[in-house]
């Protein structure tokens, strides 16, 4: 190895330590600092109780996937329009609607299209409501489930895009939904995340979530957090953790927050469109399997898996 492969090596070494001794202090740091802010803080109280004169904004990004296997351009069209109907306009603005009494805002405006030929929109805008409900809470802990929605955020948004298709030579079709709720105001959007994954037949989920801007104190000083988190995995309830296989990817230091979810069980007759497995050879319902769990594997993973020997067609 040359003089100047040592020393880059060397120095990659010493640029790792440095980045992981201080994403220890930092993490130090947000585990130590918050509760001794509260007695420094001035204004309207925040998500976490705190009493102050402006406030960080939370982003929950939202994405769902359901995927199933139509054999012909019949069956492939007939998902198409048979997913497109059960999650329309109507329906998606009713669990937006549902979502904002879960985080206690009031809607100031809707705007929603069914697209032509396929795919949904729907855009709230919200406020913060006057009367906050002692109920509320940003403690790691699930939020209600969808026959237990109850009923704050300065204003801000939610939205939701449906995107059907399916792939042109292989019989694989995609329902894709993302939904973004984003809060500048005393609720956490992570409590709405129980109720949205229960609201859709999703196989895979992904979960980005980030806390942007700050709280100043009346001492000057800036809070980029005012609630703790240490994965968005807590938000979850145990029904759910025992059915997803879970990965996370957290940046603590920049209040970013990532996991990914995929359905460990594997039935083949949940993923058949107006098919019925026992109708099928073992050669087909084999190929059909490896089909559907390479594109629940690409989805989850986020890059393309060989084909290998497979015959596409």
């Not at 006057?130 to 939610?158: C, I, M, Y």
């Not at 399916?166 to 079709?173: F, T, V």
């Not at 319902?285 to 490896?290: A, D, G, S, T």
């Amino acid at each position: 190895m040359s003089r100047n492969s040592k020393k880059l090596k060397k120095i990659s070494k010493l640029k790792l330590q440095g980045f992981n001794n201080l994403t220890k202090t930092l993490r130090n740091v947000y585990e130590t600092i918050y509760p001794t802010v509260e007695s420094n803080l001035t204004g309207f109280k925040n998500l976490s109780g705190l009493v102050v004169d402006f406030i960080s904004c939370m982003f929950l990004s939202f994405n769902i996937y359901d995927i199933c296997y139509a054999k012909t351009d019949r069956q492939r069209q007939s998902y198409i329009e048979y997913i497109d109907d059960v999650y329309n306009a109507e329906r998606l603005t009713q669990i937006l609607t549902n979502v904002t009494n879960i985080i206690g805002a009031q809607i100031l405006n809707i705007a929603h299209q069914d697209y032509e030929p396929i795919g949904a929109s729907v855009t709230m805008l919200i406020a913060e409501e006057h009367l906050v409900s002692e109920r509320l809470s940003n403690e790691q802990t699930p939020g209600p489930l969808p026959e237990a929605v109850v009923a704050h955020l300065d204003k801000s948004h939610l939205t939701v895009h449906t995107y059907p298709e399916s792939h042109p030579d292989n019989g694989i079709s995609t329902f894709r939904a993302d939904i973004d709720v984003s809060t500048c105001g005393r609720i956490s959007p992570l409590k709405a995340l129980n109720y949205l994954i229960h609201c859709f037949d999703s196989d895979i989920v992904i979960l980005d979530y980030r806390v942007r801007g700050f709280t100043r104190d009346k001492g000057g000083c800036k809070h980029y957090i005012d609630h703790k988190i240490n994965s968005i995995q807590h938000y979850l309830s145990k029904d759910t953790k025992a059915q997803y296989q879970m990965i996370d990817v957290n940046v603590y230091q920049e209040n970013i927050f990532h996991t990914k979810m995929m359905l460990k069980e594997f039935d083949i007759d949940n993923y058949l469109f107006e098919i019925n497995a026992q109708d099928l050879s073992p050669k087909e319902r084999n190929k059909i399997e490896k089909r559907l769990r390479r594109e629940m594997m690409e989805i989850f993973y986020a890059e393309n898996i060989p084909h290998k020997n497979e015959l596409v067609g």
